[in-house]
Every structure is written in structure tokens, then in C-alpha cells.
Nanobody, 118 residues
């Protein structure tokens, strides 16, 4: 089994920055990719960004969002700059892991709450 544990969420003022972290543990035979999703209140879960190992492990930048990965530590990070109230939601860590017995599977963390409010 694979466990993903997020940290770094909280209450932030608009315009501020936040860095979320996620640590993967367990049976990490081959980690194909890691990334982040988010779910705003009353909305569907949406992808923020992923880093796939086969495409290189450099940062992925999507506007105000920067996803980075430490392959040696099996960790992924999400830096959010210039936070807006609409960034409020639960942020979930994601990993796709290959194991000889199960093939490639998706895993999710339990989520960390980010609230942007003055």
C-alpha cells in the first residue's frame, strides 16, 4: 500500500503565498508521477498539475502554481503565489505508482484545507 500525507494548509490572506508538501510512503516500487488536485466548495475535484517521471522531474509552472518534486525523498510540493479567495478548497496530493503485483495505480492523500480570506 501507498500512503500520501499532505501538510502546509491553513488560513492565508489574499495576495499571500503558501507551500504545500506531500510525502509518499509505503510500497513505492516505481513512482510514475506525483502532483496535486484541488476541490473548491461545491465543485468537482480538478487537476492543478502533475510531474511525470518519464517527462523529467523539473518544475511544472501553471500561472501562480508551481509543482516541484524531490524524487529522492518521494515528495511533491505545491507553491501557490498571489493567493485569491477562489483558491480556497481542499488540496489533494496524487501519485501514480507501479507495482509488479497491482500494475499502475492512482493514490490520493486525505487532503489539506486552504482558506484564502482577509
Amino acid at each position: 500500500q501507498v500512503q500520501l500525507v499532505e501538510s502546509g494548509g491553513g488560513l492565508v490572506q489574499p495576495g499571500g503565498s503558501l507551500r504545500l508538501s506531500c510525502a509518499a510512503s509505503g510500497k513505492l516500487t516505481v513512482v510514475n508521477g506525483m502532483g496535486w488536485y484541488r476541490q473548491a466548495p461545491g465543485e468537482q475535484r480538478e487537476e492543478v498539475g502533475k510531474i511525470w517521471t518519464v517527462r523529467g522531474t523539473g518544475d511544472v509552472v501553471k500561472g501562480r502554481f508551481t509543482i516541484s518534486r524531490d524524487v529522492s525523498k518521494n515528495q511533491v510540493y505545491l507553491q501557490i503565489d498571489s493567493l485569491k479567495p477562489e483558491d480556497t478548497g481542499v488540496y489533494y496530493c496524487y501519485a501514480n505508482v507501479y507495482d509488479y503485483a497491482t500494475g499502475s495505480r492512482d493514490y490520493w492523500g486525505q487532503g489539506t484545507q486552504v482558506t484564502v480570506s482577509s
